[in-house]
């Protein structure tokens, strides 16, 4: 059974940075996309940012530049560098991993992340 546990939120005031981490285990982790959601009050989860095994890379037009995604597949984990934190980057934030193959999909428990301006 896969698991993904996320780590790193926290509260930040705007313009600081914030790392999170995303762990899997139980799992291949061979032809995947990992994926980064997140998830304000009121509003629909969406997509941030992705990495593929291969490590090509997607963002969000609102992270671009700000934000960067990673990955150790070594120790089956998958980071999202936050810098220049904007209040409406508040949200609770989810790992998702996602194999091309076999099209099987697994969330974390999400972990949030506060700015304050």
């Known amino acids: 059974q896969v698991q993904l546990v996320e780590s790193g939120g926290g509260l930040v005031q705007a313009g600081g940075s914030l790392r999170l981490s995303c762990a899997a285990s139980?799992?291949?982790?061979?032809?995947?996309?990992m994926r980064w959601y997140r998830q304000a009050p009121g509003k629909q989860r969406e997509l941030v940012a992705g990495i593929t095994s291969g490590g090509s890379t997607n963002y969000a037009d609102s992270v671009k530049g700000r934000f960067t995604v990673s990955r150790d597949n070594a120790k089956n984990t998958v980071y999202l560098q936050m810098e220049s934190l904007m209040p409406e980057d508040t949200a609770v934030y989810y790992c998702n991993l996602f194999f091309i193959v076999t099209k099987d999909n697994y969330w974390g428990q999400g972990t949030q992340v506060t700015v304050s301006s």
């Open positions: 139980g799992s291949r982790f061979s032809i995947n996309v």
